[in-house]
């Protein structure tokens, strides 16, 4: 790999995580739904510094072209995002239906003492 796209690869990483790290301080982004991208930061950033782990991945695979590698490990990454996406969806939906449920039976018991109030 050339020196400057290696440093450039670098350089944009750690923009990548500082701006992580920036957000999570802020409190916009919540720690464990950041950590998949933390996790893929420290690993880009990792395989930034050193290319030749994409060679060495790529012939245990048996993938011939090091960019091939990088494929793969791009198509692994955005299968894992989905995946905690949808874990992320399903719990929200979950939470959003036992509110759904728990404010309905407010409201019918707000109805219920209002009409002993009026019956009073």
């Known amino acids: ?7 450039f ?3 944009c990483v750690l923009l990548f995580l500082i701006i992580i790290i920036y957000y999570l301080a802020k409190k916009k982004l919540n720690l464990k739904y950041s950590l ?7 690993g880009l950033l990792i ?5 030749q782990l ?11 072209a090091p960019v091939n590698t990088v494929f793969l490990f791009a198509g692994m990454f955005m299968l894992l995002i989905i995946f ?3 874990m992320i969806v399903s719990h929200m939906n979950n ?3 036992r509110l759904t449920q728990m404010q309905a039976l407010l ?3 707000v109805r219920e003492l209002e009409g002993k109030e009026k019956h009073e």
């Open 95 to 97: 939470r959003i239906y």
């Open 1 to 7: 790999m050339n020196l400057i796209l290696q440093i």
């Open 84 to 86: 905690t996406l949808t």
């Open 107 to 109: 409201e019918k018991r």
């Open 54 to 64: 994409v060679d060495m991945i790529g012939s245990w695979v048996g993938i011939a």
């Open 9 to 11: 690869l670098i350089v």
């Open 47 to 51: 395989l930034a510094i050193f290319p």
């Open 36 to 42: 998949t991208w933390l996790a893929a930061g420290l």
